[in-house]
């Protein structure tokens, strides 16, 4: 059974840093074809993916945020770490991370979604 | 990279059917057959509807139906039930590994 969870502080200071952890069970980063992205939603509004990584630590950003972002993963394969620098409360959002998976010809979305992490960036 | 572009709201009363669309450009909707939907109800989770514009994941009903037609990706629900209102937000691939999803759409089952 895929399940994915969130960890990380629900308060952050402007200018900080945030990171954040996606715990995986079911799965690891070391099985072919997998990925975990991270997706946020700020209050009442729209869903925007921010990063995605995969099974051969092929990494990918949001153009908008690539300078702020960084996705790494655990040496266990079994946690991806997304780190935010810089944090504005416009930042302020609950955080997902999802899995996916990457094979030629198809593109699944995103299967399995976290129960999410609301940050909220403030003084 | 820009948001796609959904309504804000459609509504329909049970049994009947309703269509959100999707606009995006040639460089995401338009160029790809990678779009997918997404149901998300209050303080829940985004639930995979559809993929690949018109696959529906193992245990979606039968009653969600996806299309595209240009830049314009389309998701209707099929004789509409109460448990259909949410939130639902379409999602394309953009080109070189990165996506984008839409402004999203409430449903309201009247």
């Known amino acids: 059974q895929i399940t994915l969870k969130e960890s990380g502080p629900t308060l952050v200071k402007p200018a900080q840093t945030l990171t954040l952890t996606c715990s995986l069970s079911g799965f690891s980063l070391s099985t072919s074809e997998v990925g975990v992205g991270w997706i946020r939603q700020p209050p009442g509004k729209a869903l925007e993916w921010l990063a995605l990584l995969y099974w051969n630590d092929n990494r990918n950003y949001s153009p908008s945020l690539k300078s702020r972002l960084t996705i790494t993963r655990d040496t266990s394969k079994t946690q991806v770490v997304l780190t935010m620098n810089n944090l504005d409360p416009v930042d302020t959002a609950t955080y997902y991370c999802?899995?996916?998976?990457?094979?030629?010809?198809?593109?699944?979305?995103?299967?399995?979604w976290g129960q999410g992490a609301l940050v909220t960036v403030s003084s | 990279q820009s948001a796609l572009t959904q309504p804000r709201s459609v509504s329909g009363s049970p049994g009947q059917s309703v269509t959100i669309s999707c606009t995006g450009t040639g460089s995401d909707v338009g160029g790809y057959n990678y779009v997918s939907w997404y149901q998300q109800h209050p303080g829940k989770a985004p639930k995979l509807m559809v993929y690949?514009?018109?696959k529906r994941p193992s245990g979606v009903p039968d009653r969600f139906s996806g299309s595209k037609s240009g830049n314009t990706a389309s998701l209707t629900i099929s004789g509409l039930q109460t448990e259909d209102e949410a939130d639902y937000f379409c999602?394309?691939?953009?080109?070189?590994?990165?996506?984008?999803f839409g402004t999203g759409t409430k449903v309201t089952v009247l």
């Open positions: 690949d514009v018109t």
């Open positions: 999602c394309s691939y953009a080109g070189s590994s990165t996506y984008v």
């Open positions: 999802a899995y996916t998976e990457d094979k030629s010809g198809t593109d699944i979305g995103f299967d399995y």
